[in-house]
């Protein structure tokens, strides 16, 4: 819980007469608040929308039909080249979980292809590090997978090149394994842009 701030006699007084958060005997006006505390009363949709709208500088409707043109998806390309793969995987998250089409296994396979790029980046930030020097393995499984789930949406699908794409998962999945799980084909100079078309 986050302390409460002190208030003046007269919103003390006030605060019964306005609308505020929280419970009665332990709440606040929401301008007392900080940026981080309201964040943290938001549910990860909420957040994620949050900072979808931040990126696009522009309002988000989540329940957009249109794909190519859906602010998540967009939002994943935008933090793919910005090397910003977690986020890129966090934002394509909340598309994926409400698709119920045979996307879905799209949006898994981005999903699985920014999680891939999160092991090779931390490798490359951290490779002595006894967690993160251990990440080339599974990032080649995530390779693997996100090729077999992309695959079939090939050759071209909601605007992307989608061969082109399995191409370069199983170029990087092919370099760490010819050099024995030893060398990360990453780097923040290398790293890889996606374009839509």
Same mark, same amino acid.
């Given at each position: 819980m986050v302390a409460q701030p002190r208030r003046s006699p007269e919103v003390a007084g006030l605060r019964?007469?306005?609308? *505020?958060?929280?419970?009665?005997?332990?709440s606040w006006f929401a301008?007392?608040? *900080?940026?981080?505390?309201?964040?943290? *009363?938001?549910?990860?949709g909420e957040r994620?929308?949050?900072?979808?709208?931040?990126?696009?500088?522009?309002?988000?409707?989540?329940?957009?039909?249109d794909v190519a043109?859906?602010?998540?998806?967009?939002?994943?390309?935008?933090?793919w080249n910005e090397q910003r793969?977690?986020?890129?995987?966090?934002?394509?998250?909340?598309l994926w979980l409400k698709t119920k089409s045979r996307d879905a296994d799209y949006f898994k396979g981005l999903i699985q292809a920014a999680g891939a790029?999160?092991?090779?980046q931390k490798r490359f930030e951290h490779p002595s590090h006894s967690k993160h020097s251990r990440r080339l393995r599974p990032a080649v499984r995530l390779f693997r997978l996100a090729e077999r789930n992309l695959s079939r949406f090939g050759p071209r699908h909601h605007a992307l090149d989608v061969t082109a794409f399995c191409q370069l998962l199983r170029a990087y999945a092919d370099q760490i394994i010819a050099s024995d799980y030893k060398t990360n084909p990453w780097s923040p100079e290398t790293a890889p842009k996606l374009k839509l078309l």
């Open positions: 019964r007469a306005v609308f *505020s958060l929280g419970k009665t005997d332990e301008h007392y608040l *900080s940026c981080e505390q309201i964040k943290r *009363s938001m549910n990860k994620i929308s949050q900072f979808v709208a931040e990126l696009t500088g522009g309002e988000v409707d989540p329940d957009d039909t043109n859906h602010p998540f998806y967009r939002g994943f390309f935008h933090c793969y977690y986020e890129a995987h966090d934002v394509l998250e909340q790029f999160v092991h090779l």
